[in-house]
């Protein structure tokens, strides 16, 4: 079993930076992607970016493309988002996800829910204009 722990969330304004992050325990030997998502009220959960735990080649979602980094954190089995330039319609809860069945393609292919095999239970990030 993995857990994953989340935090960094909180109430910024447009235009506004905040960094979150995520530490994974247990299984974490297994590890092949971690990522986050993010649950808009009303609104479906969707992928914002993802990291190959090996080769640490990312993606992102072209919504947050340019203004989102996701990356592994010099503290162990910790990974990062970098959210600058924040918008209101970033307003969400934001879940960090990690796979520990293998990785068998590109990182950029690991962008449903279903690819994830472990879960947060998310912060809330709540951008204001």
């Known amino acids: 079993q993995v857990q994953l722990g989340e935090s960094g969330g909180g109430l910024v304004q447009a235009g506004d930076s905040l960094r979150l992050s995520c530490t994974a325990s247990?299984?974490?030997?297994?590890?092949?992607?971690m990522a986050w998502f993010r649950q808009a009220p009303g609104k479906e959960r969707e992928f914002v970016a993802a990291?190959?735990?090996?080769?640490?080649?990312?993606y992102s979602a072209d919504s947050v493309k340019g203004r989102f980094t996701i990356a592994r954190d010099v503290a162990p089995n910790t990974v990062d988002l970098q959210m600058d330039s924040l918008k209101v319609q970033d307003t969400a809860v934001y879940y960090c996800?990690?796979?520990?069945?293998?990785?068998?393609?590109?990182?950029?292919?690991?962008?449903?829910?279903?690819?994830?095999?472990?879960w947060g239970s998310g912060t809330l990030v709540t951008v204001s204009s």
């Open positions: 996800a990690a796979r520990t069945r293998p990785q068998y393609s590109s990182v950029s292919t690991y962008r449903a829910s279903h690819e994830m095999d472990w």
């Open positions: 247990g299984r974490t030997a297994s590890l092949s992607v």
């Open positions: 990291i190959s735990w090996s080769s640490l080649f990312t």
